[in-house]
């Protein structure tokens, strides 16, 4: 071969951006692996923490608060205090302590405990700690667990009375009981979860006199905190959804679907109080949805009438759960919070109380009168 004929010179590699991005690759698993270790350390603190605070609430709860020092007790855990966060720092203060004591209050049971530190930090713990019904505290714990809330959506649901709004607080404990248990032990989400009465609409900022469509634009211009108010795995489908039926059109206001009920959610917005023939228009809604729009598999679909007011004994009279509807109010102004917490207490009360009826003449108190028993009427909620 001669000198005319030496090969060209090779050409320079195409995978010159190769270590670059070899580097790129290995730095995203490093990074990976630190993520996943710092999480593995921070939810093992967690439960070391968790368990910790619930063993010295139940020493100290024993053996002092509930012996015979018992009214010397806030002063020797004051004492105790001071001892333990000159040694530990301030995070043993009297108030973490006497925290730490009614965590041990609330929840006795140490499997219960265990059971809780895998889903919920302390600083979960500690504002549902401060709740003094269980079931709202099993409600939130729950829902804290399904949805991944953090603490400041858990302080917010709380402030916002969440537990009060929905219709499982109405219930009689027994079967709020049992529906919070299924939801524990098998994820089953009801309705009685998910919708809530009344809805907080303030936040659409409509003041005075507006009309329905106002209403409407409002909400879909504020979508993302209405979903919010909505709730978890609600999805926005369509506005003024078109029903054809023979040659006529009607229109729904809003359709969404709920992830975890699966099924589409029908929404009608009035203005106005609850009417009876509202149940009738929504009813032909729900029909043409489950024929035209309901996917194989899915549950049929659900309706909700949000209205400016509505009367408890119109909505019970019409029997609207056996026909998938649900009937709330909406406020775009809220009322002072101690009056709203009043207002919502006293509706739960009520609705607990018309969920009982008088003993029967077969129930007999132990001297041979009548005595009270308590039962739920068969279907109601």
């Known amino acids: ?22 580097m790129h690759s290995l730095l995203g698993d ?18 070391g923490l968790v368990m910790l605070y619930w063993q010295i609430g139940v020493r100290i709860r024993i053996e002092i608060l509930k012996s015979r020092r ?32 009614r965590f041990a209050e609330v929840f006795p049971n140490s499997e219960m405990v265990s059971t809780l530190w895998t889903q919920l930090s ?16 099993e409600f939130y714990i729950e829902m804290c667990r399904l949805e991944h809330w953090s603490v400041r959506t858990l302080q917010k649901k709380i402030g916002g009375m969440l537990f009060e709004r929905t219709a499982l607080s109405r219930k009689p404990a027994e079967l709020a009981a049992l529906e919070l248990k299924k939801l524990r032990e098998e994820d089953m989400l009801t309705p009685d979860l998910v919708f809530r009465d009344p809805y907080f609409l303030d936040f659409l900022g409509l003041k005075g006199a507006f009309q329905e469509k106002d209403l409407e634009a409002a909400i879909l ?8 108010e909505l709730g978890a795995g609600f999805a926005f489908v369509a506005r003024q959804k078109r029903i054809q039926v023979g040659t006529k059109d009607y229109y729904l206001d809003l359709l969404f679907y ?5 099924r589409l959610v029908a929404i009608e917005l009035k203005l106005e109080d609850f009417k009876p023939e509202f149940k009738g228009q929504m009813e032909f809604y729900l029909r043409w949805l489950k024929k035209h729009e309901a996917a194989p ?48 207490r ?36």
């Open 258 to 262: 709920q992830r975890r009920l699966r």
């Open 346 to 381: 006293d509706a739960v009360r009520q609705a607990r109380q018309s969920l009982t009826f008088p003993a029967s003449a077969s129930s007999f108190a132990a001297d041979g009168r009548p005595g009270p028993v308590r039962r739920t009427w068969p279907g109601r909620r």
């Open 122 to 137: 302390w600083s979960h713990l500690r504002e549902i700690i401060s709740l003094n019904d269980p079931l709202q505290r």
């Open 30 to 47: 490093i990074r990976c692996l630190i993520g996943s270790a710092r999480g593995q350390v921070a939810r093992a603190v967690n439960v």
């Open 297 to 344: 598999g899915e549950k049929p679909p659900i309706g909700l009438i949000l209205c400016a007011g509505r009367e408890s004994e119109v909505v019970e009279l019409l029997q609207l759960d056996k026909s998938g509807i649900r009937v709330a109010q909406y406020m775009t102004d809220l009322p002072p919070s101690n009056v709203l917490a009043r207002k919502l």
């Open 221 to 228: 211009r504020e979508m993302q905190d209405f979903l919010l």
């Open 1 to 22: 071969m001669g000198i005319m004929d030496t090969p060209p010179l090779p050409k320079p590699p195409t995978t010159a951006l190769a270590p670059t991005t070899r």
């Open 70 to 101: 018992a009214r010397y007790g806030e002063k020797i855990v004051r004492t105790l205090s001071a001892r333990l966060v000159r040694e530990y720092g301030s995070g043993f203060g009297h108030r973490s302590l006497f925290r730490m004591v």
